[in-house]
C-alpha cells in the first residue's frame, strides 16, 4: 500500500530535549515536506526537499533541522525543543516535486507537546 | 504575496443536500490548485488537483472548477453524507519552489 508512515503518532517531551521525528514514504517520491498545523495558523511548511541531498527552508523553519540521506527517508529534528513546537506535525511527499499534476501524499500526523 | 481565502469557515446542512465550498486566491499566477480532506487527528486526503489550464475535475459526487481570471475555485458536493464530515482544504500552488499557500479551512457538518 502507497503511504507515508511518521512516527512517533503521540510525543510528550521536556524543554531542551533533542528528539526526531521521522518520515517514510514508499512511493519513490523525490518531493518531501514538513508541515506544522496549529489552531487559527493554518498549515505552515518547516522545510522541504526536492531530492536526496536537497533541503531548503519553508515558511517557518527556525528551530528545526531536517537531512534527505536516501530518497525513502525525511527526518524531522528538533534540537533544544521549546513549547512553542507544541504542534501537530506533518509530512508529505510527492513526485515532480508536488506541482503540476502529482497531488501530495500525506502522512498520519505527529501531536507534539513540549513541556 | 499570495493569499487563499477559504468562506464559509463551518458550514452545517442536512444529509442529501448539494453542497458549494468556496476558496479565492489573490495572484491568479498558480501552476494547480488542490482540494483537500482532513478528518479530525488525522492526515490530509489529496482530492482533487486542478492544473492551471484546465477548468474543472471530477471525482465521483465531487467537482471542482477552477476560474483563474477571477481568482476562485468550488468545490461541490452532490448528495451529501454524514461520512462528508470533515475540513475541506484547498491549496495554491503559485511559484516554481512547489511551495504551497493553504487556505485555512471549511469545517463541514453533515447531519442526518
Known amino acids: 500500500e502507497a503511504q507515508v508512515t511518521q512516527n512517533p503518532r503521540y510525543l510528550i517531551t521536556v524543554t531542551g530535549k533533542k528528539l526526531t521525528v521521522t518520515c517514510s514514504q514508499n512511493m519513490n517520491h523525490e518531493y518531501m515536506s514538513w508541515y506544522r498545523q496549529d489552531p487559527g495558523l493554518g498549515l505552515r511548511q518547516i522545510y522541504y526537499?526536492?531530492?536526496?541531498?536537497?533541503?531548503d527552508k519553508g515558511d517557518v523553519p527556525e528551530g528545526y533541522k531536517v537531512s534527505r540521506k536516501e530518497k525513502r527517508n525525511f527526518p524531522l529534528i528538533l534540537e533544544s525543543p521549546s513549547p512553542n513546537q507544541t504542534s501537530l506535525y506533518f509530512c508529505a511527499s510527492s513526485s515532480k516535486a508536488g506541482s503540476y499534476n502529482s497531488p501530495l501524499h500525506f502522512g498520519n500526523g505527529t501531536r507534539l507537546t513540549v513541556t | 504575496k499570495q493569499e487563499v481565502t477559504q468562506i464559509p469557515a463551518a458550514l452545517s446542512v442536512p444529509e442529501g443536500e448539494n453542497l458549494v465550498l468556496n476558496c479565492s486566491f489573490t495572484d491568479s499566477a498558480i501552476y494547480n490548485l488542490q482540494w483537500f480532506r482532513q478528518d479530525p487527528g488525522k492526515g490530509l486526503t489529496s482530492l482533487l488537483l486542478i492544473q492551471s489550464s484546465q477548468r474543472e475535475q471530477t471525482s465521483g459526487r465531487l467537482n471542482a472548477s477552477l476560474d483563474k481570471s477571477s481568482g476562485r475555485s468550488t468545490l461541490y458536493i452532490a448528495a451529501s453524507q454524514p461520512g462528508d464530515s470533515a475540513t475541506y482544504l484547498c491549496?495554491?500552488?503559485?511559484?516554481?519552489?512547489?511551495?504551497?499557500?493553504w487556505g485555512a479551512g471549511t469545517k463541514l457538518i453533515i447531519k442526518p
Open positions: 526537499s526536492m531530492n536526496v541531498e536537497v533541503t
Open positions: 491549496a495554491v500552488d503559485s511559484d516554481s519552489n512547489y511551495q504551497l499557500i
